[in-house]
């Protein structure tokens, strides 16, 4: 069974700087593809950045572009999203997925690292 560990969230004031780390554990597996989602108070889950696999492509939301970062480490199987110049809007909690290949859409997900920015 994948497992995604997520660390890194903390509290940071706005203008400030977090890197997200996620490590996918279980066992053999391929991957597609790895995100990242954050989910704010009393809204719903959106997308944050994803990274191809296997070139290394990525997308970002347009609320993050320019500010936030997504890499890999493909022998280590973990996924990092370096947030720079974070406003109050990025308060939310974040999460990290695994897309496989042919799955449908991302089948796994981590238990969420809070991130807070305060004004």
């Known amino acids: 069974q994948v497992q995604l560990l997520e660390s890194g969230g903390g509290l940071v004031q706005a203008g400030g700087s977090l890197r997200l780390s996620c490590a996918a554990s279980?066992?053999?597996?391929?991957?597609?593809?790895m995100g990242w989602f954050r989910q704010a108070p009393g809204k719903e889950r959106e997308f944050v950045a994803n990274i191809n696999w296997s070139d290394g492509s990525t997308g970002y939301a347009e609320s993050v572009k320019g500010r936030f970062t997504i890499s890999r480490d493909t022998d280590k199987k973990t996924v990092s999203l370096q947030m720079n110049t974070l406003t109050p809007e990025d308060t939310a909690v974040y999460y990290c997925s695994l897309h496989r290949p042919f799955a449908v859409t991302y089948t796994y997900w981590g238990q969420g690292t809070q991130v807070t920015v305060s004004s």
């Open positions: 279980g066992g053999t597996f391929s991957i597609a593809r």
